[in-house]
């Protein structure tokens, strides 16, 4: 069961992102930058070109916040942290403790928790600090009406400078049923009231692999579903084994190298047809998840009239400064990139403000952008993989610690996955890395601050890691690329000058 | 009482060697010269394991274990058996485009399981087909014909077609869906069949297909061991079974100042490090008793043993060491490391007989074991009969190291040669 558009969000959230009885501002002359969409990107740019002087409008068609805070990050991490408890709680005697008697799972509580924990974080995005910072904020669906003009709610706003950060939607699969049977997606999973005796989740992607964990965790029966002969294809294969054997471990019943061909109901169930290698079965299920990829929103911004080139599957077409067809507009976060993340969304918005309103020449290629997908364990990569070094004539090492080394991993019971480093053959430049650990989103940010700042692997030797934690992982592998310096020759030496002194 | 004389090596190895070689005779089909995948009844051949029995027959011969008429009448009514099975796109044929389903019928000879059509298990079985080929060097009508069956069976491989219009290999086709889905990712076994495509004649593979693939291996630095990544044992022996890749190089182990033989030398010493590290602290593990590969298992299930729930699987390819890893050790993949590391696998040999002894049944080894399981002895459970390629294997890497006697066959085989030097193989026996 989901709830009614209604109850999706408590009063403290709603005050915070969409004020009941809201009356939108009266446009006073040409506005600096206008910016269309606050979620993420969006709200970074409006805040960021306000605090620096400008006359920001904030033009947002739902709530403040967008899919981060209201259907993406912050709901599924908060009920991604009780299906981790559930989990610790299930393994418990594998710590030494005992499991509790009887394992209630309160699938209404966990919802609940999830709401407060979205209010909570809601103020820091509210409204009332965006007004507060001098920002117009106009609630209403924007459009464009020139090169330099946009109506919303009836009026219309005139800029210099506009900034379209509209941000993405789930994709629902083409597949034939499956309009008519219905599915959930990340955008109204989080509104189930029940959770479902049985899930089907397409796709195996990030979000479908974090929701069929945790949906799993909460006790549904869930089969995840994935065209690829891996998950997460676009990470190192052993990395997606790993979340393979994870999700087998917690009970997820695994159909890779599948693809969904027709869903049909029959009765109360939901019946999935799956085919793999030409062998085709069929499964019931009480709700399908897809979880297939996100497309951007372009629609209804009649970007043809200021001239901004687009298509459905890329959304907003931008250089590599930010900067759409359109010389005076410019475009950030999901709605353009490939990379679909929270953080690059802002990061992208800092760019694109920088670039409208300063004559900056900041290119968003110069990022470092690091990622993480948050199943137990998380799987976090930051920079290059070995196959684009490779596309790129670089030629690579890899410095592997596995966990199971890593002193306070083992004591957490948490020794499953790796660290591997990237490194130029010959130097110790770090190309990119890629973590697999139960807090791999926390420690890959090192390596970003690495990367970025152009620190090597010889210099993270040298660096003092608190003792035990398991970001000692990287100081391990750095410590093994400077036993690889010690060569014959070098001990030879050592060998000598020891003898000598 | 004096103590009983400590067996030699060589004494040890002959009796191990010759009790693999008996699994091709016993499993053997002599009307079509198919052989088991395991001695399991009911059963059906396996192409690859008749690829390795055509490689072991000579080892027979030479051994002095089987007669040379005999050896050459099996090798080619295997020959004529695949000359004449047909090759169509029909779902029971034996074949299609020069390739063959993964499982055979015993008898009949068609695809069983609606398997897969393999170009790596065709590739096997054709390195059997071509070490037939030299070895059956004499003018008489039976060699003579063996070598003309071998030059036909790999001759018509299509290997620009398994393909699949992309740049590099498929895994496998099948009738009614066509292509896998998935290609080789990384290092692996799959080096035999880029050598055999890149030198075909007819439908050759592209030098830009090879590198295409050999651009997706990862150079790692596991436990201060550097080396081309892959986690089980046997993606580092089987395309050792026939060629010796002992100083000579591809563009790849250049840039590294290594080689494949090197690399499976280095490939053992992180299996055997990992065994003594034993992460998952399953029992027996320790630096004579490593080995994990493609192979049987205990079946999948989930086990409460020694207070851990763990997960134990059926035939697959454990790995080191990202697994799975359930506690299955295959003793013939520890053996069959022997050319790269001879002590080691020596050492490995005996501490199996030692300590394990319940598992080792008439000097054969088993598919797997695992200490961590119940069973009637120290050696836990062990896996149900034999498995026939890893017969194959511990019969040829036994004989490489014992006599090399595979690697100087396939060293006169033009595929070999050729292949290596379009792939960019140079130096060694290659120069």
């Known amino acids: 069961m989901t709830a009614g558009p209604d109850e999706r969000f408590p009063r403290a959230l709603l005050a915070n992102l969409r004020p009941p009885g809201w009356v939108n501002p009266e446009p006073a002359g040409s506005y600096a930058l206008v910016v269309i969409g606050a979620g993420p990107a969006g709200l970074t740019a409006a805040r960021d070109a306000a605090a620096l002087g400008a006359k920001v409008a904030l033009v947002e068609r739902s709530l403040i916040g967008g899919d981060r805070l209201n259907i993406g990050c912050v709901p599924s991490k908060a009920i991604i942290r009780t299906a981790r408890l559930y989990a610790e709680m299930r393994d418990a005697e594998d710590f030494g403790g005992q499991v509790p008697g009887r394992i209630a799972i309160g699938f209404s509580e966990v919802m609940e928790r999830m709401r407060r924990v979205q209010a909570r974080i809601s103020r820091g995005s509210s409204v009332q600090r965006s007004s507060e910072a001098g920002i117009d904020v106009y609630f209403g669906a924007a459009r464009f009406a020139g090169p330099d003009t946009i109506t919303v709610a009836g009026q219309s706003l005139r800029f210099k400078k506009a900034l379209i950060a509209t941000g993405a939607r789930p994709l629902e699969p083409p597949t034939p049923g499956l309009a008519e049977t219905g599915c959930l997606t990340n955008e109204t999973v989080f509104n189930l009231t029940e959770c479902p005796r049985r899930l089907l989740v397409m796709g195996g992607g990030p979000v479908g692999c974090e929701l069929a964990q945790a949906f799993r965790r909460f006790g549904a029966q869930t089969v995840i579903v994935q065209t690829d002969p891996t998950f997460l294809p676009k990470e190192e294969r052993d990395a997606a084994q790993i979340i393979s054997d994870a999700l087998a471990r917690d009970g997820v019943e695994i159909h890779l190298n599948t693809d969904v061909v027709a869903v049909r109901r029959e009765g109360a169930d939901k019946i999935v047809d799956l085919v793999s290698d030409g062998d085709r079965i069929s499964v019931a299920v009480d709700e399908i998840l897809a979880g297939i990829g996100r497309a951007p929103n372009v629609e209804g911004l009649d970007l043809d009239a200021a001239g901004i080139r687009w298509d459905t599957e890329a959304g907003i077409l931008v250089d590599d400064f930010l900067r759409t067809s359109n010389r005076l507009v410019y475009a950030a976060g999901d709605v353009c990139l490939e990379h679909k993340f929270t953080h690059t969304a802002e990061a992208s918005a800092r760019i694109a403000v920088a670039n409208a309103l300063f004559l900056g020449r900041r290119r968003f290629s110069r990022l470092t952008i690091p990622w993480c997908t948050y199943t137990d364990p998380e799987i976090a990569h930051v920079g290059l993989y070995v196959g684009e070094a490779w596309d790129r004539g670089i030629p690579v090492r890899t410095f592997t610690i596995l966990m199971h080394d890593v002193d306070r991993a083992v004591t957490d019971g948490e020794a499953e996955g790796f660290v591997k480093i990237h490194v130029r053959q010959g130097t110790d430049r770090i190309l990119g890395a890629t973590i697999v650990a139960r807090h791999a989103g926390e420690m890959i940010n090192g390596l970003s601050l690495a990367i970025t700042a152009g620190i090597g692997l010889r210099a993270l030797a040298r660096v003092i890691h608190t003792y035990p934690t398991q970001a000692e992982a990287i100081k391990l592998a750095a410590e093994a690329y400077e036993r690889t310096r010690l060569t014959p020759f070098w001990k030879a030496l050592s060998k000598v000058w020891l003898a000598w002194s | ?431």
């Not at chain 2, 998935?182 to 076994?189: F, L, N």
């Not at chain 2, 000097?363 to 009637?376: E, I, K, T, V, Y």
């Not at chain 2, 690697?407 to 085989?413: A, D, I, P």
């Open chain 2, 1 to 431: 009482m004096p103590e009983p004389p400590v067996e030699s090596d060589d004494a040890l190895l002959d009796r191990f060697q010759r009790a693999a070689f008996g699994y091709f005779l016993d499993y053997g089909n002599p009307a079509n010269g198919l052989v088991a995948d395991t001695s399991r009844d009911g059963a059906p051949a396996s192409i690859a394991v008749v690829g390795f029995a055509l490689s072991c027959y000579p080892v027979g011969v030479e051994r002095g274990w089987m007669r040379r008429a005999d050896a050459a009448a099996r090798t080619l009514a295997t020959l004529r058996f695949f000359r004449a099975a047909p090759q169509s796109d029909e779902p029971e044929a034996t074949g299609h485009k020069g390739f063959y389903y993964h499982f055979l019928d015993m008898a009949t000879g068609r695809r069983v399981w609606r398997c897969e059509l393999s170009p790596i298990d065709t590739t096997l079985l054709l390195a059997g087909v071509l070490t037939a080929a030299v070895y059956f060097d004499l003018d008489t009508p039976i060699e003579t014909e063996i070598r003309g069956c071998a030059d036909l069976l790999y001759g018509r491989v299509d290997w620009q077609w398994a393909r699949g219009g992309g740049i590099t290999l498929r895994q496998g086709w099948k009738p009614k869906s066509g292509f896998l889905h998935y290609g080789w990712e990384g290092y692996s076994e799959a080096t035999l069949l880029y050598v055999l495509g890149l030198a075909s004649s007819a439908f050759p593979l592209s030098v830009e297909s090879f590198e295409a693939w050999t651009k997706t291996y990862q150079w790692e630095n596991l436990y201060d061991i550097e080396f081309l990544y892959a986690g089980p044992l046997f993606i580092h022996h089987f395309s050792h079974a026939w060629i010796d890749f002992a100083g000579i190089r591809d563009r790849f182990m250049r840039g590294k100042n290594c080689d494949y033989f090197e690399n499976s030398r280095r490939a053992t010493l992180v299996q055997r490090e990992y065994a003594r590290r034993n992460p998952h602290g399953f029992r027996g593990y320790g630096k004579d008793c490593w080995g994990l590969t493609a192979g049987d298992g205990p079946g999948a299930g989930t086990l409460k043993i020694d207070g851990r729930t763990r997960r134990y699987f059926g035939y697959v390819a454990r790995g080191v060491p990202y697994g799975p890893d359930d506690g299955t050790i295959d003793p013939c993949a520890a053996v069959a490391s022997l050319p790269f590391a001879p002590d080691l696998a020596l050492s490995a040999l005996r501490h199996f007989c030692a300590q394990y002894p319940e598992m080792v049944r008439d000097s054969r080894l088993p598919s797997g074991f695992n200490p961590s399981l119940p069973g009637a002895g120290p050696a836990g459970w062990v896996c149900d009969g034999y498995f026939g390629l890893d017969q194959g294997i511990v019969v040829l890497m036994i004989e490489n190291h014992r006599s090399g006697l595979i690697w100087q066959l396939m060293r006169r085989s033009p595929p070999i040669a050729a292949g290596l030097r379009r792939a960019g193989f140079g130096g060694g026996w290659l120069s």
